[in-house]
């Protein structure tokens, strides 16, 4: 049983366009959500993180959105490049838990130039 | 820059066989982890680790053994390889605390 549900699965957006990722989790004890970028032939990188005592974090063009009552939250990328072509995965964890995380399945962003 | 490298980025091996992935951080982080990563099912946790000879079983453990001898090195161990166990390997290490890892670039192994 997957702990945190991630869509969609795959993303076409044209350049200049939002794209926007969703992600939703049950564990009321997560406390911490980052957002991982990921290009083939490479590992994970973290890209964007956000704790529940704030709404929204923004670091240049990538913007977290956090829905603590609906258990929510999502990743909005805009004026969307073709160098954000990756797949992204967005991830939960617990304090004091071995910093282990849960990762969302993935989606893979296509920006069309 | 952290680094984490991991040993081969592509390995092939025959089915049966004892396979071994190797992962070496820079950074004296605390803990380290193995996940493997296949399409539509994100990042799966195998085994980590929080200290030098400790280790505990991730949410996919079965077939796989794991070994943490320094600080610095965390080894896969597949016991007796097969082929669902083709997959990406990733290995990731963190300082203790919520802070976000820092990967490896992987291991693509096919088993044949």
């Known amino acids: 049983q997957q702990q945190v549900k991630q869509s969609p699965q795959s993303l076409i957006v044209q350049k200049g366009g939002i794209s926007i990722i969703n992600c939703a989790y049950e564990?009321?004890?997560?406390?911490?959500f980052p957002w991982y970028q990921q290009f083939p032939g490479k590992g994970p990188a973290l890209l964007i993180a956000?704790?529940?005592?704030?709404s929204e974090k923004k670091e240049g063009r990538f913007t977290i959105s956090f829905n603590k009552s609906a258990k929510q939250f999502s990743l909005h990328i805009m004026d969307s490049q073709p160098g954000d072509s990756a797949t992204y995965f967005c991830?939960?964890?617990?304090?004091?838990?071995?910093?282990?995380?849960?990762f969302g399945s993935g989606t893979k962003l296509n920006v069309k130039p | 820059d952290v680094k984490v490298t991991q040993s081969s980025r592509y390995l092939v091996k025959r089915t049966g066989e004892k396979v071994f992935l190797e992962c070496v951080q820079d950074?004296?982080?605390?803990?380290m982890f193995w996940y493997r990563q296949d399409p539509g099912l994100g990042l799966r946790l195998i085994y980590f680790?929080?200290?030098?000879?400790?280790?505990e079983k991730g949410d996919i453990p079965e077939g796989y053994s794991v070994s943490r001898e320094k600080k610095e090195r965390f080894s896969l161990i597949l016991e007796s390889a097969s082929t669902n166990q083709t997959s990406m390997y990733l290995c990731?290490?963190?300082?203790?605390?919520?802070?976000?890892?820092?990967f490896g670039s992987g291991t693509r192994l096919t088993v044949v």
């Open positions: 956000i704790r529940p005592d704030v």
């Open positions: 680790s929080y200290d030098v000879k400790m280790k």
């Open positions: 991830a939960a964890s617990i304090a004091n838990n071995f910093n282990k995380f849960y």
């Open positions: 950074m004296d982080h605390e803990n």
């Open positions: 564990n009321t004890a997560f406390d911490y």
């Open positions: 990731a290490s963190s300082w203790e605390g919520n802070y976000g890892y820092t």
